[in-house]
């Protein structure tokens, strides 16, 4: 009796902690979504989406299954980069509302279990940022919050030459000069977009600061955007040149061994992980606050920022955003490609981490556009089904297009259009016309968007619904992943969860169909494969039962099955054929 009442502790005891693990490390499998602020809602009527809007429209996420979003730039900003120049990390852009505008977004989405993510610029300010405007002055406290450089020696006299051959990730040198200091500034995106100094301790400290203001407030983590730009060699040596016999036009006509993920920047985010550590423990907060890095950077970089690969005690992100996705599913991708994407990160993703899938942002092509709208539905279907967290950029869900008509002040622009929300005027995202708004509406709203989605009886939204529920399953949480090439268009795999719970995976990435025969995979025994959901433009219904050995994939097919065996599938189908006489007789 004794060992029975010990056992069932230990059973109760087991299933506590991991309830708290979940609780804890709520992020390795969680389902995040992107809102890009200026497009989400707008309730003023003045075009531009606002806070008031995301209040009204966050029951949206519920429906779809997020549990997390993480918010593109909110605070004060001249917008020269669409809120990526901060001027005041204290203030929310007028446009967007007020702090307390905030705090409610932040209290409503409590109220649904829902966590909310700020995106942190941390390289940069706006120069609109008092800091930088006391910086140019040369006031003495604020002299070395950027990065000042007296230029190269010209013979001639008048204005020195650059400090050395950098150039700004969007083109032309990366140093300004500014007549104020007769110096150069740093800025490696746009002028407007000063390079902080963080070997300056005054710099450090405020913008840590800033980072527990947001936690106080009840922020569950920070995307930290553009991390690996953080340092610069301290002694400005030039950068070496790919091609050295031509000029330098590009950015990426140089290697940036002396601007990107120097040593400094990766022992500067161990170090911010671990001040977000011991504040929870300090303010006995329950759940991991969240720190995501972006970092376009080669795979073994990327993987530092998850840990030092000298100590792994020595945390850094939870997830540095995993890109992989977007540049291996490209519009002619093969199996292979695919299989090459996905494992790029997991092999090399150190022991004890978790992968995130990213398959668009506001700073790519959308999925439909840059891929095909036929693949939207396998993107949906591998970013989510895949080990791990996922990442969706506003209106994926619903398989938005890039509007090439908007006015082309920054290409990337094509990709931020208002969220299509109906089919009413200004496609519900405001009360003015559809054009009429900061970019104009893509003109496919009228059947793009989520009301008419909701509405038919299988749309991209529906589908993409039906795989956010599924990630509520252990097999998708937990699950071991077998993947397989099928073949060049046809690859799956498969989410098995301890021999009880499992999931196939199927995707045809061609325009024809294709005959197979599945046998390879573990199906637990099971010879039967049932349809759990299917994209909207699949062969199959739900429901549907086929031979593990002979099964019919559609052109741009993507499939879940589930697992059955012959007995269940008889009894299933008396079932149905029951069902089916049942309806007839008393409809
Ligand atoms: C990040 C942002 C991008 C921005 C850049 C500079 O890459 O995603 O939109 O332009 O950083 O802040």
Redesign the pocket.
């Known amino acids: 009796m004794k060992s029975k009442i010990t056992f069932l502790l230990f059973v109760i005891f087991i299933i506590a902690i991991h309830g708290q693990d979940d609780e804890k490390e709520w992020w390795r499998t969680a389902t995040f979504y992107q809102i890009y602020p200026r497009s989400f809602m707008d309730t003023t009527g003045n075009g531009i989406g606002d806070l008031k809007g995301m209040i009204q429209r966050l029951d949206h996420l519920k429906d779809a299954g997020f549990d997390t979003f993480w918010l ?1 730039p909110i605070f004060k900003s001249p917008q020269k ?5 901060v001027s005041d990390y204290y203030t929310i852009e007028p446009d967007y509302g007020t702090m307390d505008d905030f705090k409610a977004l932040i209290a409503k989405a409590k109220s649904l279990g829902i966590r909310v993510m700020l ?1 942190f ?1 941390p ?2 300010t706006s120069d609109e940022h008092e800091w930088f405007i006391k910086s140019c002055a040369n006031e003495s406290e604020f002299r070395d919050y950027y990065v000042w450089h007296d230029g190269q020696p010209n013979p001639e006299g008048g204005r020195p030459f650059l400090p050395n051959n950098w150039i700004s ?2 083109g032309g040198p990366a140093w300004t000069w500014v007549e104020s200091r007769q110096q150069y500034y740093l800025h ?3 002028p407007g ?1 000063p390079d902080l100094n963080y070997r300056s301790d005054n710099v450090v400290k405020a913008m840590s600061d800033m980072l527990i203001y947001y936690i106080d407030m009840g922020v569950a983590g920070f995307r930290l ?2 991390i690996n ?1 953080l340092f610069e060699d301290a002694l400005f040596r030039n950068e070496t040149q790919w091609n050295p016999e031509e000029e330098i036009e590009n950015y990426d006509d140089l290697n940036h061994e002396h601007t990107k993920d120097l040593n400094e920047t990766f022992l500067f985010v161990y170090s911010w992980r671990k001040m977000i550590d011991d504040y929870i423990v300090q303010k006995n907060i329950s759940s991991d606050i969240l720190v995501m890095t ?1 970092a ?1 950077a080669s795979t073994s970089d990327t993987m530092r920022y998850y840990h030092d690969p000298t100590n792994p005690n020595v945390r850094g992100a939870h997830m540095p955003f995993n890109f992989q996705l977007i540049f291996n599913f490209q519009a002619n991708a093969k199996s292979e490609d695919i299989q090459r994407g996905i494992f790029e990160w997991l092999n090399n993703m150190p022991e004890g981490e978790t992968a995130n899938w990213v398959a668009g ?3 790519h092509s959308r999925v439909a556009s840059r891929i095909m709208p036929e693949k939207i539905h396998m993107v949906n279907t591998v970013v989510l089904t895949l080990p791990g967290s996922s990442i969706t950029y506003m209106g994926e869900e619903i398989g938005m297009h890039d509007n090439k008509d908007v006015p082309n002040w920054d290409n ?1 622009n094509k990709n931020r259009t208002p969220m299509q929300w109906n089919g009413g005027v200004g496609a519900g995202f405001t009360t003015r016309n559809a054009n009429e708004t900061w970019l104009p509406i893509h003109p496919n709203y009228l059947t793009v968007n989520l009301q008419a989605e909701t509405e038919r009886p299988r749309s991209t939204y529906k589908y993409f619904q039906s795989l956010t529920a599924l990630r509520k399953t252990n097999a998708l949480r937990k699950g071991d992943f077998d993947f397989k090439i099928i073949n060049e268009d046809v690859f799956g795999y498969t989410r098995n969860y301890n021999k009880e719970e499992g999931y196939l995976i199927l995707i045809n990435l061609s325009g024809s169909s294709h005959h197979l025969d599945l046998k390879a995979f573990d199906t637990f025994g099971k010879n039967k494969l049932r349809v759990v959901t299917a994209a909207p433009n699949s062969r199959f219904d739900v429901g549907d039962i086929v031979e593990k050995e002979h099964v019919t994939v559609g052109l741009y097919d993507a499939v879940v099955f589930d697992y059955v065996s012959s007995a269940s599938s008889v009894v299933l189908s008396i079932a149905l054929f029951f069902t089916t006489i049942f309806v007839y007789l008393f409809n």
């Open positions: 593109s980069d669409t809120g990526y120049d995106d610029i390289n940069h990730v969007f490696q995106f746009l977009q955007d553009a730009h972006e376009y942002s506001h700073d990337r």
